[in-house]
């Protein structure tokens, strides 16, 4: 595996400025989540965004994992504006840049885990023995090569979560993004899968992007970006106390 030990580049992945959200509500009119969100993201770095329930972490991850489109402002993935994309266009540009990391897991409950693992080859005309070649070798990378035949539901949530990060990875994405990905879990299979989560980032260069509302979590990442009412109130180095993010 290629060393890439704290070394961050000056590619960027993710630029977003002055992104505003807002949704139609039911009374009529409209409730903004979010209100000038800016920040860029570099290649290599591990990125928590933090805030409490509601402050509009989701949201902000549904835009930059090109699931939801801005209200206004910009988001460019990787130097391409992708704002104004159809959504046909942001299933491939999802497809093709992003590996995603869910708190539920989302796999098929009735498929294997091998099949599990291969679904995002299969809009990309891999031929067959090409995409279980690589999900095995995912399989492999997250210690779970003997559990290729089972279902989901056969294994433990921490597992469950596994099969969905080689799920993500099994695409080669330079980009993962996590939505609280140790929130169903206990706190020995959490701390797991962050510390493999920052094995993929310093060892392999991967750039992680992590929703979280602990602060001890976003401890694994290199940056954090707190949200508060739909507005970053920090954006920095993890800081060591957390009355820091006071707003
Ligand atoms: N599709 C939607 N339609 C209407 N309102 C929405 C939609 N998605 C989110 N919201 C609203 O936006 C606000 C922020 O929600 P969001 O899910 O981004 O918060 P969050 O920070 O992820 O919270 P949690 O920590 O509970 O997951 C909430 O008030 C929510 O009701
Ligand atoms: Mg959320």
Not at 88 to 114: C, M, P
Not at 153 to 172: C, D, E, F, P, Y
Not at 220 to 241: A, C, E, Q
Request: net charge positive; aromatic share 8%; proline share 4%.
């Amino acid at each position: 595996m290629k060393k890439n030990k704290e070394k961050k580049s000056d590619i960027n992945i993710i630029s977003m400025n002055k992104i505003c959200k807002s949704f139609p509500v039911e009374m009529g009119g409209e409730q903004q989540v979010l209100f000038d969100i800016t920040f860029d993201v570099n290649q290599g770095e591990f990125v928590s965004i933090m805030g409490p329930s509601g402050s509009g972490k989701s949201t902000c991850m549904n835009i930059i994992g090109a699931l939801d489109t801005p209200t206004s402002g910009t988001y460019k993935l990787y130097g391409n504006d992708i704002t104004h994309l159809s959504s046909d266009e942001l299933a491939v540009v999802r497809n093709e840049y992003i590996g995603f990391v869910f708190q539920q897991f989302n796999l098929l409950s009735k498929r294997s885990v091998l099949d599990n693992v291969m679904m995002p080859l299969m809009y990309r005309g891999f031929p067959m023995s090409e995409r279980i070649r690589k999900a095995r070798e995912m399989l492999k990378r997250v210690g779970l090569e003997k559990f290729e035949s089972y279902l989901p539901t056969q294994l433990s949530g921490g597992m469950k979560q596994r099969v969905a990060i080689a799920r993500a990875l099994v695409g080669n994405p330079k980009l993962i993004l996590a939505d609280e990905p140790t929130g169903a879990l206990d706190s020995k299979m959490g701390n797991d899968i962050l510390q493999f989560f920052k094995q993929l980032n310093q060892e392999m260069g991967i750039t992680i992007v992590m929703i979280t509302h602990e602060f001890e979590i976003a401890q694994y990442s290199n940056r954090l970006i707190h949200i508060y009412d739909g507005r970053i109130t920090y954006d920095g180095k993890v800081p060591k106390d957390e009355k820091v993010l006071q707003k």
